[in-house]
């Protein structure tokens, strides 16, 4: 399991902890995140990427709509010599192809395919089959397959779902004369497996 | 056991056709090669056949060559240089066998050589016929080895010649190819060749060079450089195969000619506890179907540059594995930051102010009123150069519920990104 981002600034509280005690991403399963523009689904991504090429890992990123920025990775902590981006151009199935060939050539921690710019039409279009193929690339590999979006799409292949939901903007300073964005609060709710049982993570970054 | 041959001929070749037969080949002279035999009666039987074998193929290479073969290095080479056609000198009859061929094959000085023509002494076995000891005592050391030479006797190991290693293979089409599938085909047989004769000298390949030469007289030349030095044929086929579809030869394949460039071969131990990452002929296998997947500038490793200016980065390659004395025992922690969505190109915007502050932002698909903001932080550089920039950046939350980063520069606004 892979610990979704730990830190002094970039906090994760887990509010019930013993549902889903290791609080991370499942190797060798596809995981979603989604949720709307803003709500904090970048962040998270560039939690986990931290995290894994902070322990010496390759990670890959399929960036479906060219929207990765280097600088606020760096400035999340992904160490960018150990991060390999294939940039698609706004073309989902090309996304997919790069995405199948990474995870079907090993040695990568994680694998990212950014799809949260992407049309939710596009997305909606991608066959069941794509996804069953992503999903058993990746079956029995040491591999963290995750797949960020706007609206969960792999279905029954996604053994990990997590919904992300803004709650609100950090402002601080006078509004209209020295206000400053300091941040974003981020909720994080597992909406599969066991809806019942969902674990909320309040995300925040200040 | 060993061979000579000496032939009028060039030098060069004299090499090449010794080289067909041994890899220990010495070059005695201008016109005279060595070559080590030993192992050769495995494949064409008695010493007489090696020498058979070895004039033959002086004859097919037009070559006139006379070949010697004996046990001892130093009298093969002067049976060559003294006899024409092919001599086989039996083990422990040399100084017999040598017995009538002049002292100059010696060469001795001219010092030597009028001292021992005053004495009468004109061919081997004079010189052999005389006791060791008068000799060492009146003649020295050079004397010695003189007497030893005309035995047949001397304890010279062979040198052999250091040549450049050069990995080619080439071969011509019996028709133009003008498919990849075929192409490919050769280019597997050659691929195989290059990769058995390399495992022969323990190396590997750190390069390939590939030329085509086409129908329309034209050429075609493609360049792989590999991250670390491999041997898998099949891997090379792969990556050969991938390059030249995105990149195919405009006319039909008359020629091909393919060049490795050696390397030593890399030496990695793995461990249970080194984390995982892939393997370099996978890494380079799946960069090169990336790369015909999306192209060649839209896969690699991101690295910012040392500048200001928002946004600026370059592609390296490849991500760069840390080496050992790189690697931190424990994660980086975690820097807070903002998490920006970029939209590249930026995009064109339309911007409502109000008492200097944003009240409503539309660019294609960004619509809406700003219910907060901040700025303008105001940012410049490189006006030392001909690309300055200088821009307005403002941080706004938008009725539609995202957070964008939007700037003004020279009257125009833009949007930058989005914020998540």
């Not at chain 1, 979704?4 to 019930?16: K, M, P, S, T, Y």
């Not at chain 2, 004299?14 to 060595?34: H, I, M």
Request: proline content about 7%; some cysteine; overall charge neutral.
């Amino acid at each position: 399991m892979l610990a979704v981002a730990l830190g002094r600034e970039f906090q994760f509280r887990i509010n019930r902890a013993e549902a889903w005690p290791s609080g991370g991403f499942p190797q060798g399963c596809l995981t979603e995140v989604f949720g709307p523009a803003s709500s904090g689904r970048t962040s998270l991504m560039l939690a986990a990427m931290a995290q894994a090429v902070g322990r010496e890992e390759v990670c890959a990123l399929v960036d479906s709509s060219d929207a990765f920025d280097p600088a606020s990775a760096a400035a999340a902590g992904v160490a960018l010599e150990r991060l390999l981006w294939v940039r698609c151009g706004g073309n989902a199935e090309r996304a997919l192809k790069a995405a199948d060939l990474l995870v079907q050539g090993g040695g990568f921690g994680l694998v990212v395919m950014d799809l949260a710019d992407t049309p939710i039409e596009t997305a909606r279009r991608i066959s069941m089959t794509s996804w069953f193929r992503l999903r058993r690339a990746v079956e029995h590999t040491p591999t963290v397959l995750l797949v960020v979006e706007q609206q969960p799409h792999a279905k029954t292949c996604a053994s990990l779902t997590l919904e992300v939901r803004r709650e609100r903007v950090a402002w601080s300073g006078t509004p209209g004369c020295s206000q400053l964005l300091r941040g974003i609060r981020v909720h994080v709710d597992r909406r599969k497996p066991a809806p019942a049982a969902a674990i909320s993570f309040d995300a925040r970054w200040l | 056991m060993f061979a000579a041959i000496h032939g009028d001929g060039d030098a060069e070749k004299l090499l090449k056709l010794a080289q067909e037969f041994s890899p220990w080949v010495e070059r005695t002279t201008a016109d005279t090669v060595a070559l080590d035999v030993d192992g050769l009666e495995r494949i064409y039987g008695l010493p007489q056949e090696i020498a058979a074998a070895l004039a033959r193929r002086a004859a097919e290479c037009r070559l006139k060559a006379s070949v010697a073969i004996a046990a001892n290095l130093d009298a093969a080479v002067h049976a060559a240089r003294g006899f024409a056609g092919v001599s086989v000198i039996p083990h422990g009859d040399e100084a017999k066998f040598l017995g009538s061929l002049p002292l100059t094959l010696l060469e001795p000085t001219p010092e030597m050589r009028e001292t021992l023509e005053r004495w009468g002494i004109r061919r081997f076995r004079d010189l052999a016929a005389l006791p060791e000891l008068g000799l060492a005592e009146r003649l020295g050391p050079q004397g010695l080895r003189l007497y030893q030479l005309a035995r047949g006797a001397g304890d010279r190991l062979l040198v052999p010649v250091d040549e450049p290693l050069h990995f080619a293979e080439e071969t011509e089409l019996e028709y133009p190819v003008e498919l990849l599938e075929p192409l490919a085909f050769v280019l597997a047989r050659l691929l195989h060749s290059l990769c058995a004769r390399l495992t022969s000298r323990g190396l590997a390949i750190a390069g390939l060079r590939l030329r085509l030469l086409l129908e329309n007289r034209g050429e075609h030349a493609r360049a792989l450089r590999f991250p670390v030095p491999m041997l898998d044929a099949s891997v090379f086929l792969k990556l050969l195969h991938l390059d030249l579809s995105a990149n195919p030869p405009p006319a039909p394949v008359m020629r091909v000619w393919l060049e490795a460039e050696p390397a030593k071969p890399r030496a990695a131990q793995s461990g249970l506890f080194i984390p995982i990452s892939p393997e370099p002929e996978k890494l380079e296998l799946t960069l090169a179907r990336l790369k015909s997947l999306v192209g060649d500038e839209n896969v690699g490793s991101p690295a910012l540059l040392d500048t200001h200016r928002l946004g600026a980065f370059q592609m390296l390659d490849r991500p760069r594995p840390l080496a050992p004395a790189q690697r931190a025992p424990t994660p980086r922690p975690l820097a807070a930051s903002a998490s920006l969505r970029a939209i590249r190109p930026p995009r064109p915007a339309r911007v409502q102010m109000a008492s200097g502050h944003p009240v409503h932002v539309q660019a294609e698909g960004v619509r809406g009123h700003v219910v907060s903001s901040a700025g303008p932080w105001r940012t410049s550089g490189d006006w030392w150069t001909t690309d300055p920039w200088a821009r307005d950046e403002w941080d706004v939350a938008l009725s539609d519920g995202a957070l964008y980063r939007i700037y003004c520069e020279q009257g125009r606004w833009f949007v930058e990104g989005s914020y998540d």
